[in-house]
């Protein structure tokens, strides 16, 4: 699918949801609800956020709620991608998200998903204002900025 219809898509279900103008945070889960299966569950195991998985035809996503909360809206929101796109079952792991800088390889579909996530929660306009609000460069923005801007 061109980036053009991803992008078509993603405000289409934005408005299905009222959403188009606000900050998505932690209604992530009820939206992901709405769509699909949830399974919310703690496991120790911080380097596992959660996974989207294909049954017999039936999927449903699994967050880690032994993770800290902003990890599982962002978690929420980058399996919400995988539904909706690319119908993949893939784990996020917390080496998913770390910055270019530690040198970790991620797969395509993982950075298109994890992209999806920072922009679905919070649109364009509202991510710039606040950029502006706490000082943030765009060109320097990495995962610990965008939880800064996640309520």
Sequence with gaps: MCCANKMARRFKKLNEYSKLN?????????ILELENNVLYYPIEDEEVWGFCEKIKGKS??????A???????????????HLWFDNEGEVI???NVEEI????KIAEDELKANRFAAEFLINEELL???????NID???????EIFILSP
Excluded: C
Aim: proline share 2%.
């Design 22 to 30: 606000d900050v998505i945070g932690g209604q992530i889960f009820s």
């Design 60 to 65: 449903f996503v699994w967050i880690n709620t």
């Design 67 to 81: 993770i800290p909360y902003d990890k599982q809206v962002f978690a929420a929101a980058h399996e919400l991608y």
């Design 93 to 95: 792991l917390k080496t």
């Design 101 to 104: 800088d530690n040198h970790v």
């Design 128 to 134: 710039l204002q606040e950029m502006r609000t706490y």
């Design 138 to 144: 765009k060109n320097k923005i990495d995962i610990k």
